[in-house]
């Protein structure tokens, strides 16, 4: 398995689609209506949304076009990028992140992931950016809590250190979101990012004592690396990771909640986007 848990978890058996939540860039090829049509039309009832294409269709648009299929909205990516240490540049950060929160509550979802930001340009102080990220936290979090929004830190492999996300481990945005209530800042699992990661069992079960696991998305990691890694995740079954084992240990930590899957993936995208959905549930049955 990717991992070496504390101890051996039981055989999972397959899961029924009742806990499979599609995020939108899985199939990115479709607009709005065509994926809550779709989605009506394999049976599943929950899906991930992203801001972009929420924000060209419509904020309560969307937000009714989802009720009026029945779905339920998971989560809401993105917000986040909260490094920047110019003090107008963090004014725009932090109102572009409240904006996320409404929209969010607006969608109907209480989960806001966060992706924190990269280093500043020309900056080699890591402790620093997550520092700033912290002290961001501490503003929105309260702000969020009132509009009944979570906030998802979501740690990013250690190759996006750099550009994306200081945060690249559930330690490390553990650390963060222990600095404040359970009810404002949480962590998303996201296996693409962290199933290298052996110390990642323990800080699940630490996310479950707190309360704080707020998300659980799957990807696999498929090698050889594409030329643009950021649209490399793999298709479920396709590269190295056992997601059985990450379920289990989400599970054993209380984790009840939908599963995302999340792929960014061209070839993916190329595809018809009926038969990609199709393809990606039935993944999920047999790997999941």
């Not at 504390?6 to 939540?21: H, V």
């Not at 994926?35 to 648009?61: K, N, S």
């Not at 990012?193 to 799957?218: C, N, T, Y």
């Not at 939908?258 to 549930?281: C, D, H, P, Q, Y």
């Amino acid at each position: 398995m990717s991992v070496a848990p504390s101890a051996p978890p039981s055989p999972q058996p397959p899961l029924s689609l009742s806990r499979l939540s599609i995020n939108q860039e899985t199939v990115k090829q479709w607009s709005l209506p065509e994926l809550a049509e779709g989605c009506a039309t394999e049976g599943i009832d929950a899906v991930g949304l992203w801001r972009a294409p929420v924000q060209e269709y419509g904020v309560e648009r969307a937000a009714r076009l989802m009720r009026d299929a029945g779905l339920t909205v998971t989560s809401l990516c993105r917000g986040g990028f909260l490094t920047d240490p110019d003090e107008a540049a963090r004014a725009r950060a932090l109102d572009d992140n409240r904006a996320a929160v409404d929209e969010a509550a607006a969608l109907g979802t209480d989960t806001l992931v966060l992706v924190s930001g990269g280093l500043p340009p020309g900056s080699k102080d890591l402790a620093g950016a997550r520092e700033r990220v912290a002290d961001a936290l501490a503003v929105l979090g309260p702000y969020a809590e009132e509009r009944g929004v979570r906030l998802a830190i979501e740690p990013l492999h250690p190759m996006f250190a750099a550009d994306r996300c200081v945060v690249s481990t559930l330690g490390q945005a553990l650390d963060l979101a222990e600095r404040f209530p359970a009810r404002q800042v949480g962590v998303v699992v996201d296996t693409y990012h962290v199933w290298w990661d052996d110390r990642a069992p323990e800080e699940i079960a630490r996310a479950g004592r707190s309360g704080r696991l707020h998300a659980f998305q799957l990807a696999d990691w498929i090698t050889p690396l594409p030329a643009g890694v950021l649209l490399g995740r793999g298709q479920l079954g396709d590269g190295s990771i056992d997601f059985r084992a990450w379920r289990a240990l989400v599970d054993a930590a209380g984790y009840r909640g939908r599963i995302e899957v999340e792929i960014f993936n061209e070839a993916l995208w190329a595809r018809e986007g009926s038969a990609a959905l199709k393809e990606t549930a039935e993944r999920f049955r047999a790997h999941a």
